[in-house]
Antibody, heavy 122, light 108 residues
């Protein structure tokens, strides 16, 4: 069965960095685009970034562009989110999520991880 | 940015009854609309995509309809496990996809 397990969340001071990881199993990771989506009580669900199945194409929400970097290692079935220059408004639960189509990106999500909490606070 | 507005914010329905949730887009999203269910403490779960296609393993009591700017999620006979928060999401305007703010379905 498809499993996505995030890790790397925690408490970090504003301006610092954090790297999230997502370990995938139960499917051919290298065939699917992958996303990061975050959720806060105030702003609800917000899409953060996507990476194509081969890692060649990446897109970001305007709110994180230039600060966050999505990457993947298909040999390890792993997805990453490098978050730099963190702000209080980046505080959220971060989910990795699978795009449902082979070798394409549709921008909806058929499987989600359990999420990892990132808290940005001084 | 396409704004997705869900109504009502909270819906109270008795088990066994029908629930109707609405989602409106600020401009047309064609049929590029998904619905998710989120139970407390869990990740969202895909219910519907393409406005009306049930995702794998989703019971037939869940149905979606609509196109362009007006969409509806109907749960025909509410079970205890259906009381949760429901979100709509447009993916027509990728990568600037957006979610609604959610409808909380609670037991009456």
């Amino acid at each position: 069965q498809v499993q996505l397990v995030e890790s790397g969340g925690g408490v970090v001071k504003p301006g610092r960095s954090l790297r999230l990881s997502c370990a995938a199993s139960g499917f051919t990771f290298s065939s699917y685009a992958m996303h990061w989506v975050r959720q806060t009580p105030g702003k609800g669900l917000e899409w953060v970034a996507v990476i194509s199945y081969d890692g060649n194409n990446k897109y970001y929400a305007d709110s994180v562009k230039g600060r966050f970097t999505i990457s993947r290692d298909n040999s390890k079935s792993a997805l990453y989110l490098q978050m730099n220059s963190l702000r209080a408004e980046d505080t959220a639960v971060y989910y990795c999520a699978r795009d449902p189509y082979y070798y394409d990106s549709t921008y909806y999500f058929d499987y989600w991880g359990q999420g990892t909490l990132v808290t940005v606070s001084s | 940015e396409i704004v997705m507005t869900q109504s009502p914010a909270t819906l109270s329905v008795s088990p066994g009854e029908r629930a109707t949730l609405s989602c409106r887009a600020s401009q047309s999203v064609s049929s590029n609309l998904a619905w998710y269910q989120q139970r407390p403490g869990l990740a969202p779960r895909l219910l519907i995509y393409g406005a009306s296609t049930r995702a794998t393993g989703i019971p037939a009591r869940f149905s979606g309809s609509g196109s362009a700017t007006e969409f509806t999620l109907t749960i025909s006979s509410l079970q205890s496990e259906d009381f949760a928060v429901y979100y709509c999401q447009q993916y027509n305007n990728w990568p600037r996809i957006t979610f609604g703010q959610g409808t909380r379905l609670q037991i009456k």
